[in-house]
């Protein structure tokens, strides 16, 4: 079955970098677009970014562009998230999602990883 | 970008009962509306997709309605299971929006 397996979460300061990965298995992972979705603590969601499956083309929520890179290498079945630039908003458990059909809406999610971002 | 508002933000409803939630689009989104169901600590599912579509393996008792602007998701007889945070997602155009939730309580 579909198993997305999310890492590279932790505690970073202002300012920093990190990146997330996200390791897909259980489906042709080079046919579906791919997004990620995140929850800041105790709120809604927020979706990402996204990008499709062959990374000709993506596109980000306002809140991040310009400070966060989605990419996949379909060799090895995985999406990565890049983060620049963290804010203290920046703060949220990040769901790598695999979108269905078209890829704009969501039927596979990751368990999630937490980005703390604080000094 | 579409704003979509989910009301109520929370319910109380007890077992048995019928529940809607309400989602309303800030502008046409045709039927391009999916709706999730999340428990605490875990990750959303996938309830219902093209506003009234069931993705395989959900229970009946969940259905959902509208197009345009005004979409609803009904439970019919509320399950111990189905108390849960529930949210709507258009997917019209990007960026990718959902409402703010519906908690579902015991009432």
């Known amino acids: 079955q579909v198993h997305l397996v999310e890492s590279g979460g932790g505690v970073v300061q202002p300012g920093r970098s990190l990146r997330l990965s996200c390791a897909a298995s259980g489906f042709t992972f080079s046919s579906f677009g791919m997004h990620w979705v995140r929850q800041a603590p105790g709120n809604g969601l927020e979706w990402v970014a996204f990008i499709r499956t062959d990374g000709s083309n993506e596109f980000y929520a306002e809140s991040v562009k310009g400070r966060i890179t989605i990419s996949r290498d379909n060799s090895k079945n995985t999406l990565y998230l890049q983060m620049s630039s963290l804010r203290a908003e920046d703060t949220a458990v990040y769901y790598c999602?695999?979108?269905?059909?078209?890829?704009?809406?969501?039927?596979?999610w990751g368990q999630g990883t937490l980005v703390t971002v604080s000094s | 970008d579409i704003q979509m508002t989910q009301s109520p933000s929370t319910l109380s409803a007890s077992v048995g009962d019928r529940v809607t939630i309400a989602c309303r689009a800030s502008q046409s989104i045709s039927s391009w509306l999916a709706w999730y169901q999340q428990k605490p600590g875990q990750a959303p599912k996938l309830l219902i997709y093209k506003a009234s579509s069931l993705e395989s393996g959900v229970p009946s008792r969940f259905s959902g309605s509208g197009s345009g602007t005004e979409f609803t998701l009904t439970i019919t007889s509320l399950q111990p299971d189905d108390f849960a945070a529930y949210y709507c997602q258009q997917y019209d155009s990007y960026p990718l929006t959902f409402g703010g939730g519906t908690k579902v309580e015991i009432k």
């Open positions: 999602v695999k979108g269905k059909a078209m890829g704009y809406y969501f039927d596979y």
